[in-house]
């Protein structure tokens, strides 16, 4: 006999109790204690252990699983290593308004073409639905897309083994529930047995479930961070709201790489696939004027450059600012005062403002050298020239250190067209030089500048 019960169990030290207490008697941490279904079987003997799982030849069993369901989004794609794998659980984790909803209507959009897909949504209405998808296809749906707005997994699990699909969305995790725990929808322990329970049914019936995960404000309690360890894939939507660029980063995945980047842009109708993210994120670019510098950073495999401006002003009283936009603040700060110690620029009466074009947020130190050019560019008001990209990591010396991946930046600028590129000094044989590129190697962030900034 199967009997299950309410516990409430302390996150910190584990103590249970039988009602939900503000403060744990043994640990002393406040609102440490959440509901926990607690199952117990009647009459368990060792025979209960018996007829599970048997151990198994490591040769016999099947790997690389060429199953994968593959996915006409190639951005989306890459970024969980090519393809759904079925039985997966994924979640996907974003600001709210980011575009979650919308990336995985089109991902149910796209694969109801191989198979019944069940969109199930417990925060908009079918019509709500209904019209997101007119605007993303202007046109007829598929016939194999199925909508379901459901709060209830009691409700969601007999539906999913009644349509069969291929994928199943879940928009969100947080406000599914279990009625079996009587903690409020959105909870951690609601949250975790929902999730829980999904990735067994995933596990079971081979259907691949994607979930929408909010990022709450109190750091990301009864968010995704709850989840990471029971899910298989972990992505973030990132972007912000001024900018129509989304990056989709994946943080864990069992089945692929964890350094893939997915770009997007929020259009009209949904969200667009950016192929060429250099290209785009340099079109708006001016050439020519001081303070701007290009850098080519790295975004998993990927090559990436971006535009990284830098404006100097005398500070009219008090301390001089300092702002960094897009890249890191203590890195600003430290390449700021090698460029004054070691350069000899005079920085301590100017407040300076560092900005990433494109809403794009770096967090390579392969950027320091473009950060330190586009600065030194503004306080001396000579632009760079328009053909010089940068790369390189300034330390505290102000040498020049060098970073991974050099041939795959060089190969990237020079495609972009790009006709010389300042680099630390590394050996690179010729093969991985495009023939069209300068590559000008340097020792020192003084050494850089004065080789590109010539009066
Ligand atoms: P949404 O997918 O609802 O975000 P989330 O599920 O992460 O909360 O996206 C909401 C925003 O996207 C909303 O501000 C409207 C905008 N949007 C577009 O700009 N174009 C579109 O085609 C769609 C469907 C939405
Ligand atoms: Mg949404």
Not at 228 to 247: K, M, P, Q
Not at 250 to 279: D, H, L, Q, W, Y
Not at 301 to 318: D, K, Y
Not at 436 to 442: D, F, T
Request: charged share 20%.
């Amino acid at each position: 006999m199967v009997k299950s019960k309410t516990e409430y169990v302390c996150q910190q030290c584990g103590r249970r109790a039988a009602k939900a207490l503000g403060r744990c008697p043994q640990c002393g941490a406040w609102n440490s204690m959440v509901a926990e279904i607690v199952t117990t079987k009647r009459g368990r003997g060792p025979s209960a252990m018996v007829e599970t799982s048997q151990p198994m030849r490591l040769m016999e069993i099947e790997g690389e699983d060429t199953d994968r369901i593959p996915l006409p989004i190639h951005e989306f794609s890459r970024v969980l290593g090519g393809g759904v794998v079925p039985g997966s659980v994924v979640l996907i984790g974003g600001d709210p308004g980011i575009g979650k909803s919308t990336l995985l209507l089109q991902l149910a959009l796209v694969l109801a073409d191989q198979g019944s897909v069940l969109y199930i949504s417990g925060e908009e209405s079918e019509r709500q639905i209904k019209n997101r998808v007119l605007r993303i296809l202007h046109g007829g749906a598929p016939d194999d897309l199925y909508l379901l707005t459901e709060t209830s997994l009691e409700a969601i699990t007999p539906a999913i083994e009644r349509t069969s699909p291929i994928v199943v969305v879940i928009d969100s995790i947080q406000t599914t529930h279990t009625s079996e725990l009587d903690a409020s929808a959105g909870s951690i322990s609601q949250v975790r047995e929902c999730a829980s329970r999904l990735q067994t049914l995933a596990k079971s019936s081979g259907v691949a479930v994607f979930l929408v995960g909010h990022v709450t404000k109190e750091g990301a309690i009864a968010g995704p961070k709850v989840l990471e360890h029971i899910v298989d894939t972990v992505l973030y939507l990132e972007g912000d709201s001024f900018h129509a660029y989304r990056l989709l980063r994946s943080v864990k995945n069992r089945f692929g790489p964890t350094t893939e980047v997915g770009v997007f842009e929020m259009g009209a109708s949904g969200m667009e696939e950016v192929p060429n993210p250099s290209e785009t994120f340099l079109a708006e670019r001016v050439v020519d004027s001081p303070g701007s510098a290009i850098a080519v950073t790295m975004e998993g495999t990927r090559p990436l450059l971006v535009e990284i401006q830098g404006l100097t002003s005398a500070t009219s009283f008090g301390h001089p600012r300092r702002t960094a936009n897009g890249v890191d603040f203590n890195r600003l700060l430290l390449t700021i005062a090698v460029l004054s110690r070691r350069v000899g620029l005079r920085l301590s009466d100017q407040d300076v403002f560092v900005n990433v074009v494109g809403g794009l947020r770096i967090s390579e130190p392969a950027a320091d050298l473009a950060v330190a050019a586009a600065i030194s560019s503004s306080v001396k008001d000579l632009p760079l020239p328009g053909d010089v990209a940068f790369i390189g990591e300034v330390g505290l010396s102000g040498e020049l250190r060098t970073v991974p991946q050099i041939p795959a930046r060089l190969s990237e600028a020079s495609k972009l067209g790009f006709q010389r590129v300042v680099i630390p000094q590394v050996d690179i044989s010729a093969d991985l030089r495009p023939e069209s590129l300068q590559v000008i190697q340097v020792r020192s962030l003084r050494e850089a500048l004065a080789e590109i900034l010539r009066s």
